[in-house]
T-cell receptor, first 114, second 117 residues
Framework: KAGVTQTPRYLIKTRGQQVTLSCSPISGHRSVSWYQQTPGQGLQFLFEYFSETQRNKGNFPGRFSGRQFSNSRSEMNVSTLELGDSALYLC?????????????FGPGTRLTVL | AQSVTQLGSHVSVSEGALVLLRCNYS??????LFWYVQYPNQGLQLLLKYTTGATLVKGINGFEAEFKKSETSFHLTKPSAHMSDAAEYFC???????????????FGKGTLLTVNP
């Protein structure tokens, strides 16, 4: 079975721009979660989608949004980028809803905001 | 709010030595507890998890962890370190939010393990 894939792997943007990151979960997995990883804040939960609905949300501003498609693929969008948004964004998929279930992580998308 | 503290951002051991990575949590309800490992340029991989039942949990690659409620700890151990164990390790806690079935996963800041030959 193919693992979780994330595209692109690396991205460079400037302040004020917006960005869309993509995540394809493991085949058959319907839950997709997103995390932000930075040296200062560590790993922080952004949100979880299950069956095209956001089920769970972390403490991030509304500039961070996401969606999930009927094939379970998910996208995350960040609008009006700030320098502090530079981070590794990780996507994780699971066969069941709820982040307490085993999650399988992708390699991440490294976003640099200049 | 729940929190996770990993004592020691960097732990260095010799090959063959005991590995002990410490994790303490705060949670108002019985938590689910996890250890994840992250190798360079990769995502996280689940090592082991505690939900209910036996407090000593065995995971992959020879790792195990013990849930101690009285100490609010979930330390990760491995009797004999291998060079391939060098990675960053994250402890995580999930508990039930009030009023719903959503679980929030909170990670510690991570512990970088280096293994010296």
């Amino acid at each position: 079975k193919a693992g979780v894939t994330q595209t692109p792997r690396y991205l460079i943007k400037t302040r004020g721009q917006q960005v869309t990151l993509s995540c394809s979960p493991i085949s058959g997995h319907r839950s997709v979660s997103w995390y932000q990883q930075t040296p200062g804040q560590g790993l922080q939960f952004l949100f979880e989608y299950f069956s095209e609905t956001q089920r769970n949300k972390g403490n991030f501003p509304g500039r961070f949004s996401g969606r999930q498609f009927s094939n379970s693929r998910s996208e995350m969008n960040v609008s009006t980028l700030e320098l502090g948004d530079s981070a590794l964004y990780l996507c994780a998929s699971s066969s069941r809803q709820g982040v307490y279930n085993e999650q399988f992580f992708g390699p991440g998308t490294r976003l640099t905001v200049l | 709010a729940q929190s996770v503290t990993q004592l020691g951002s960097h732990v260095s051991v010799s090959e063959g030595a005991l590995v002990l990575l410490r994790c303490n949590y705060s949670s108002s309800v019985p938590p689910y507890l996890f250890w994840y490992v992250q190798y360079p340029n990769q995502g996280l991989q689940l090592l082991l998890k505690y939900t209910t039942g036996a407090t000593l949990v065995k995971g992959i690659n020879g790792f195990e962890a013990e849930f101690k409620k009285s100490e609010t700890s979930f330390h990760l151990t491995k009797p004999s370190a291998h060079m391939s164990d060098a990675a960053e390790y994250f402890c995580a806690v999930s508990d039930l939010r009030s009023g719903g079935s959503n679980y929030k996963l909170t990670f510690g800041k991570g512990t970088l393990l280096t293994v010296n030959p």
